[in-house]
C-alpha cells in the first residue's frame, strides 16, 4: 500500500494569516499516462463527514472558496488556505487514489 | 441534490457480523461506485473499499480482505457493507460516500457509529 504522511500533525494560525499543510506519499502518484497527480484533501469540521476541497492535486471542487488550493507533483504536496476564516478550523487530510486509496492520518488547524 | 443516508447505529458484541445500509439519491446511481471508509474516534480516516453498483465489481483495501462484503442493496439506489468477525478495534464511525472510478468521493453519508463491546 502507499503510505501517505501529512505534516504537521496538527498548527495554530492567526485569522487572515496563511496556512500550510503538507503531503508525502511512499511512491509517486503521478500517472506518466496522464500526467495527472491523483491526490486529492478532504476538510471535516468537528461532528461532520469529510468535504472534498481538492482533486487532482490542484483542482477544486466545485463551491470551495479559492482560498484553497492544492500544489505539488509525484510525492510532494502542499494544500495552503490563505486568508485563514474562523470556520476554516477543522482536520485536513491528504488521498492518494493511484492504488488502492489511503489517507493521510490527518492535520488539525486550529485559530491561533 | 446528492444525497447518501445511512442506517442507524450498531451495537454489537465481539464475533458478531454487521450490516451497514447506504441509500442513495439526487444522481444517477449507476454513474459513480461507492466507496467506504472508516474514521475512529480522534483518529484518522481508513479506506475500506468500493463497489460499482452496475457490475457489482469490488475492490478491497487488503486488511479487510475475507471479512467484508460490499454489495449493491435491495431498492435500486441502495448499497451495503457486511463486516464479519467483528472486534473492539473495529469500533469507529462508517461512512459511505459516492465517487468516480479515479477514486475521490465527493458527497459523504452522515455516518454510521458501529461499537462493539
Known amino acids: 500500500d502507499i503510505v501517505m504522511t501529512q505534516s504537521p500533525d496538527s498548527l495554530a494560525v492567526s485569522l487572515g494569516e496563511r496556512a500550510t499543510i503538507h503531503c508525502k506519499s511512499s511512491q509517486s502518484v503521478l500517472s506518466i499516462s496522464n500526467n495527472r497527480n491523483y491526490l486529492a484533501w478532504y476538510q471535516q469540521k468537528a461532528g461532520q463527514p469529510p468535504r472534498l476541497l481538492i482533486y487532482w492535486a490542484s483542482t477544486r471542487q466545485s463551491g470551495v472558496p479559492d482560498r484553497f488550493s492544492g500544489s505539488g507533483s509525484a510525492t510532494d504536496f502542499t494544500l495552503t488556505i490563505n486568508s485563514l476564516q474562523a470556520e476554516d478550523v477543522a482536520l485536513y487530510s491528504c488521498q492518494q487514489y493511484y492504488g488502492t486509496p489511503t489517507f493521510g492520518q490527518g492535520t488539525r488547524l486550529d485559530l491561533k | 441534490q446528492v444525497q447518501l443516508v445511512q442506517s442507524g447505529a450498531e451495537v454489537k458484541t465481539p464475533g458478531a457480523s454487521v450490516k451497514i445500509s447506504c441509500e442513495a439519491s439526487?444522481?444517477?446511481?449507476?454513474?459513480?461506485?461507492i466507496k467506504w471508509v472508516r474514521q475512529a474516534t480522534g483518529q484518522g480516516l481508513e479506506y475500506i473499499g468500493w463497489?460499482?453498483?452496475?457490475?457489482?465489481?469490488?475492490v478491497y483495501a487488503q486488511k479487510f480482505e475475507g471479512r467484508i462484503t460490499m454489495t449493491r442493496g435491495t431498492s435500486e439506489s441502495s448499497s451495503s457493507l457486511e463486516m464479519s468477525g467483528l472486534k473492539a478495534e473495529d469500533t469507529a464511525v462508517y461512512y459511505c460516500g459516492r465517487g468516480p472510478r479515479s477514486g475521490w468521493i465527493d458527497s459523504w453519508g452522515q455516518g454510521t457509529l458501529l461499537t462493539v463491546s
Open positions: 439526487g444522481y444517477s446511481f449507476s454513474g459513480y461506485d
Open positions: 463497489v460499482n453498483p452496475p457490475s457489482g465489481t469490488t
